[in-house]
């Protein structure tokens, strides 16, 4: 299996600009999730997805930032209008089933806002 | 949200030698998990250890779990410098919505 499939890897973009960050899940795994990396905070979980349908969004920062599932085998992350505080580390990962299983994280999204 | 936290914090040893991280949390979990992550790169998902269980082992890695003391450990025997990386563990409460610790920087030295 190809694993968690993020793109891009690396994106530097001017404050104002919209980021739009993708990621294809696991085949077959139900649950999505994306989380945000930086120094100061660590890894915090920005939205889960179950089934396409998002079941906890708590973790999004602001109405700047907004994520969809069209399809089991898609999810965005945009950001927009983009600042320089939201430059991090964008982390999608999946599993499959509910608790208790283990999750796998793809590689990253490198973000630069400037 | 309840977090993971480890310590110590960084850690440097030799190549052969044990490495041991700890990790306490505060509420009730359904299961922990450790993850370990190599510089610039995702996280690699290394053991999962359920709240009923106690210990578990996969090849040189070793994790207990004290539900009594909210805390668990990670010990690396006969390191690498393979092994380099920052090791999270993370906390599942039951809804699948893992909360990580900060992070533990181990370095081994060849």
């Known amino acids: 299996d190809a694993g968690v499939i993020q793109s891009p890897r690396h994106e530097v973009t001017e404050m104002g600009q919209e980021v739009t960050l993708r990621c294809k899940p696991i085949s077959g795994h139900n649950s999505l999730f994306w989380y945000r990396q930086t120094m100061m905070r660590g890894l915090e979980l920005l939205i889960y997805f179950n089934n396409n349908v998002p079941i906890d969004d708590s973790g999004m920062p602001e109405d700047r930032f907004s994520a969809k599932m069209p399809n089991a085998s898609f999810s965005t992350l945009k950001i927009q209008p983009s600042e320089p505080r939201d430059s991090a580390v964008y982390f999608c990962?999946?599993?499959?089933?509910?608790?208790?299983?283990?999750?796998?994280f793809g590689e990253g999204s490198w973000l630069t806002v400037v | 949200s309840q977090q993971g936290e480890e310590d110590p914090q960084a850690l440097s040893i030799q190549e052969g030698e044990n490495a041991t991280m700890n990790c306490s949390y505060k509420t009730s979990i359904n299961n922990l998990q450790w993850y370990r992550q190599n510089s610039g790169r995702g996280l690699v998902h290394l053991i999962l250890i359920r709240s009923n269980e106690r210990e578990k082992h996969s090849g040189r890695l070793r994790v207990t779990l004290d539900t009594s003391k909210k805390s668990s450990s990670l010990l690396i025997t006969a390191s690498r410098a393979a092994d380099t990386a920052s090791y999270f563990c993370?906390?599942?409460?039951?809804?699948?919505?893992?909360?990580f610790g900060k992070g533990n920087q181990v370095v081994v030295i060849p």
């Open positions: 993370a906390t599942d409460p039951g809804n699948n919505r893992l909360a």
């Open positions: 990962a999946s599993s499959l089933g509910d608790s208790g299983n283990t999750i796998y």
